[in-house]
């Protein structure tokens, strides 16, 4: 259990923390010379006497109390359990004693116990009056059920008593495995002579173990930084495995400590959850008059990250003090932010703390933001669970697994579990609402079914103008399986580049039949270099103009293929390259024209020529001189 403080400055809560732990979290010389924390302190106590391993302690985050150091305060807040409400018996409840109270409210901290300190420094009727005053501070907030423990940090009076309370809670908490990928948000850096860099903070998902290889991310650089952990202290005691929920201290190797400011995340080597624009629940503090308008400059906190943001407020046209809104969140550079973490939100002379929000969609739309059906479906995102959520996603559209993966820090397993259990369609990587899949079907088929009234003597509707027509702007390897679907469904049919039904025939007339077999010879005598309609024109003395309109014939039936201006292949020999450019590719990673052409004989000019052709059919992608597979073989005879 991580246990954090919060409370006003001078009310004891570094005394209080000392004396529970044994441990002085004032570290900073400064801090010992001016008798205040300035940053945060970290101690721990053993859940039992004979607490052995980091499973067994409670670990504590004290905070400054001093509205300059709030910053702090959010950063040790973002994480913790359990909160101790520190409030000094001479002299009640204080400015930061309420904003800390609200701060812990807007990050969703319900657990906690009040603690009154220096009750030997007043009368038992003064210390009434404390207690009365911090029942009205608490009045209607989860505060108001946590138990109370009056304390005195000199004499060591209730402290006992606090202590077995916080033992006790600490052996109530379910520690239950998480599934996602690691996450720990850097709240210190340091450099140790022999050991190297080190960093602390909160496991917010995950585990790490001595040997991984973890990605920094820090907000100041666009590309995260690689290093692999050395060593594991967690809870302050060696460990081979770090998990959600502890805090830790992890000796890196491959960086520095410039590398890793305050507010950085460490994250799994596969997770990469970088955003610069997110919706949010946004919860006002009813602690100020101050509204929310419309691009609003703030400081945002994430984690232990202080960062300038512009809010958009959504369902509103700006945000009153103690209202809830919608809220659409603009950062100027990319921070590591996964759905459903918590924020707080200040003003931007940081001397306000405005609001608490929850991030709900990482991958909000461009466009309609503000319409009733996307705040609809933000409410249904901000009150149901990962499956339902899924669901309301889906109908606004195909969702890339990835997406989910990075964006809700979640392993393919769990996410497989999610469509099962919204009965989801999953094609090649692409989620999709069974509504709209069933659609997709079906708007395919009406296209293939439109293109043989309209024009008949064509095999049938060529596969990238069906994707074109029906489906622009889906993933290649999606459409794919669309196609792929109604084909073992035999409800089309694949015929090289087209796509048609079951039964639709394209005949040649007895004399393009013909023509066709005197032709047809010369074009497998050289079949991966064939000769253009003028070459066949001169040797046959058959005219340009009735060569070139029978090949056109036979292409629409599919014997042959158009590669190039008046140049014909046997589509069978077009199936042949494209299964040699799948050999290059699996070999050097990328086609290139010297190998292809190296492969199929000819010149460099009409290897060329092909691979434009691949790259035009959607077979092959062109990135500078390489050309990448994208697809299966489209030129394979079903």
Not at 100 to 116: C, D, F, N, Y
Request: hydrophobic share 40%; aromatic share 4%; net charge neutral.
């Amino acid at each position: 259990m991580i246990v954090g403080t919060a409370g006003h400055i001078d009310h004891g809560k570094t005394s209080l923390v000392r004396r529970l732990t044994g441990r002085d979290t004032d570290r900073l010389p400064e801090e010992k010379r001016r008798g205040i924390s300035i940053e945060l302190g970290y101690a721990y106590l053993g859940i039992d006497e004979n607490a052995s391993d980091s499973q067994q302690h409670i670990g504590f985050i004290d905070v400054p109390g001093h509205e300059r150091f709030v910053h702090a305060m959010v950063s040790g807040a973002t994480g913790i359990d359990f909160a101790l409400l520190v409030v000094a018996a001479d002299d009640g409840p204080m400015p930061q004693t309420r904003e800390h109270l609200e701060i812990l409210k807007l990050l969703g901290i319900s657990r906690g116990a009040i603690v009154v300190t220096k009750i030997d420094m007043v009368d038992p009727s003064q210390g009434d009056l404390a207690i009365t005053a911090i029942a009205d501070v608490v009045a209607a907030q989860p505060a108001e059920r946590w138990p109370l423990f009056p304390v005195s940090s000199v004499t060591g009076e209730g402290i006992d008593a606090l202590r077995d309370f916080l033992r006790a809670e600490a052996k109530t908490v379910q520690t239950s495995i998480d599934e996602g990928m690691f996450r720990l948000a850097v709240d210190r850096a340091f450099s140790l002579p022999g050991i190297g860099t080190v960093v602390t903070g909160t496991a917010h998902a995950g585990r790490v173990a001595v040997g991984d290889d973890v990605s920094l991310y820090n907000p100041e650089r666009a590309d995260p930084v690689r290093a692999r952990v050395r060593s594991v202290h967690a809870q302050d005691h060696p460990a081979e495995v770090g998990v959600k929920g502890q805090r830790l201290a992890l000796n890196l190797v491959g960086v520095s400590v410039e590398d890793v400011p305050r507010g950085s995340w460490i994250n799994s080597m596969e997770l990469d959850n970088r955003i610069l624009r997110f919706d949010v629940q946004l919860s006002m503090s009813a602690l100020h008059d101050r509204t929310v308008v419309q691009g609003l400059e703030v400081h945002l906190h994430h984690g232990a990250a202080d960062m300038m943001a512009r809010v958009y407020p959504l369902s509103v046209e700006r945000a009153a003090p103690g209202a809830q809104c919608f809220a659409s969140i603009l950062l100027p550079a990319p921070v590591a932010a996964c759905r459903g973490d918590r924020l707080v939100i200040r003003d931007s002379q940081a001397q306000t703390t405005l609001a608490g929000a929850t991030i709900l969609d990482v991958h909000p739309p461009n466009r309609g933001r503000r319409a009733v059906g996307r705040l609809a479906s933000l409410q249904t995102l901000s009150a149901a669970d990962d499956v339902t959520s899924l669901l309301e996603l889906a109908l606004s559209g195909p969702i890339l697994i990835s997406r989910i993966g990075q964006g809700w820090n979640r392993r393919r397993h769990q996410i497989d579990a999610m469509v099962r259990q919204g009965d989801l369609v999953v094609a090649a990587g692409v989620i999709f609402h069974p509504s709209h899949w069933a659609a997709y079907l079906e708007r395919l088929i009406l296209a293939v079914d439109e293109t043989h009234v309209r024009e008949p003597e064509m095999p049938g509707m060529e596969i990238n103008r069906a994707r074109r027509v029906v489906a622009p702007q889906l993933e290649l390897s999606a459409f794919d399986e669309l196609i792929s679907r109604l084909v073992s469904d035999k409800r089309l049919e694949r015929r090289g580049a087209f796509l048609a039904r079951p039964g639709h025939t394209v005949e040649l007339s007895k004399a393009e039949r013909n023509l066709w077999n005197s032709l047809a010879p010369l074009l497998e005598q050289s079949p991966y270099n064939p000769p253009r309609v003028r070459d066949i024109a001169k040797t046959t003395n058959i005219p340009e103009t009735e060569i070139r309109a029978n090949l056109r014939r036979v292409a629409r039936v599919g014997e042959v293929t158009l590669v190039a201006l008046d140049h014909f292949f046997l589509t069978a020999r077009v199936s042949e390259m494209a299964q040699i450019a799948k050999k290059l590719h699996d070999q050097h990673g990328a086609v290139r024209a010297s190998d292809f052409r190296d492969q199929i004989g000819g010149g460099r000019k009409v290897a060329i020529q092909i691979l434009e052709f691949f790259d035009r059919v959607g077979y092959t992608r062109r990135v500078r001189d390489d050309h990448l597979i994208r697809r299966d073989n489209p030129f394979e005879l079903h």
